[in-house]
Nanobody
Framework: QVHMVESGGGLVQAGGSLRLSCAASGRAFSNYAMGWFRQAPGKEREFVAAISWSGGITNYADSVKGRFTISRDNAKNTVYLQMNSLKPEDTAVYYC????????????????????WGQGTQVTVSS
């Protein structure tokens, strides 16, 4: 069982930056592949970024590639999402998710494969 809490969301102008954090507690954090998803009003939850438990492999949605960076610090049980050059279309509730695995090289891109979710943090980008 993993309990996760996101933080770092807020209101920012277009072109600005935010850094989201997801602090996890419970079982060994390093045994989980992690991901970030987002859900805008009236839309389905969508994949944003994923990272392997070693941190060596990452994957991004095309819409955020080159602007967002996912990283993790297993010693701090925390995964981060650095968001730069934010656009109004990035406005959404952002969720972190955890997928238990013994494979240090996998990244998980689909929400249905994640076992644990945080409560979400709101990101609003004004134009």
């Amino acid at each position: 069982q993993v309990h996760m809490v996101e933080s770092g969301g807020g209101l920012v102008q277009a072109g600005g930056s935010l850094r989201l954090s997801c602090a996890a507690s419970g079982r060994a954090f390093s045994n989980y592949a992690m991901g970030w998803f987002r859900q805008a009003p009236g839309k389905e939850r969508e994949f944003v970024a994923a990272i392997s438990w070693s941190g060596g492999i990452t994957n991004y949605a095309d819409s955020v590639k080159g602007r967002f960076t996912i990283s993790r610090d297993n010693a701090k049980n925390t995964v981060y999402l650095q968001m730069n050059s934010l656009k109004p279309e990035d406005t959404a509730v952002y969720y972190c998710a955890a997928h238990p695995t013994l494979l240090h090289t996998i990244v998980v891109l689909t929400s249905g494969e994640y076992d644990y979710w945080g409560q979400g943090t709101q990101v609003t980008v004004s134009s």
